[in-house]
Nanobody, 131 residues
Framework: QVQLVESGGGSVQAGGSVRLSCAAS??????????MGWFRQAPGKEREGVAVIDSDGSTSYADSVKGRCTISKDNAKNTLYLQMNSLKPEDTAMYYC???????????????????????GGQGTQVTVSS
C-alpha cells in the first residue's frame, strides 16, 4: 500500500511561487517504477490533472500550467515535487499527489489521472492565490 503525504501549500499573492512536496512510502518496489503526478480540485469544479512524471522521467502538463510548473522526483529521497511559478488566482485549489504502478506514458497518465484517478492518492494540501 503506497502512502503519500503532501506538504508545502499555503497562501501566496498572484505572481508568486510555491513548491509542493509529496513524501512517498509503503511501496513494494522502488519509487522509480511509479508513475506519479499532481492533480487539483477547487470547490465546485472538476478534478484537473496538473502534471505527471513517468518512471523514465518524462513529464506532461496541463495546458493551464504549462510553462509555469515543473514536476520532478527524487527517488533517493522518495519525494515528488511540484514547483509552481507565476501563480494566478485560478490556481487556487486543493492539490493532491497521486501514484500508480500501471505502465503509462506521461501523456497517457495525465489523461488517466484526470478522468479516472490513480490507484494511490494523498490527503491534499491547499494552495490559495490572492490577487
Amino acid at each position: 500500500q503506497v502512502q503519500l503525504v503532501e506538504s508545502g501549500g499555503g497562501s501566496v499573492q498572484a505572481g508568486g511561487s510555491v513548491r509542493l512536496s509529496c513524501a512517498a512510502s509503503g511501496y513494494t518496489y522502488s519509487m522509480y517504477w511509479l508513475v506519479m503526478g499532481w492533480f487539483r480540485q477547487a470547490p465546485g469544479k472538476e478534478r484537473e490533472g496538473v502534471a505527471v512524471i513517468d518512471s523514465d522521467g518524462s513529464t506532461s502538463y496541463a495546458d493551464s500550467v504549462k510553462g509555469r510548473c515543473t514536476i520532478s522526483k527524487d527517488n533517493a529521497k522518495n519525494t515528488l515535487y511540484l514547483q509552481m511559478n507565476s501563480l494566478k488566482p485560478e490556481d487556487t485549489a486543493m492539490y493532491y499527489c497521486a501514484a500508480d504502478y500501471r505502465r503509462m506514458t506521461a501523456i497517457q497518465a495525465l489523461g488517466v489521472m484526470t478522468r479516472n484517478g490513480f490507484n494511490y492518492g494523498g490527503q491534499g494540501t491547499q494552495v490559495t492565490v490572492s490577487s
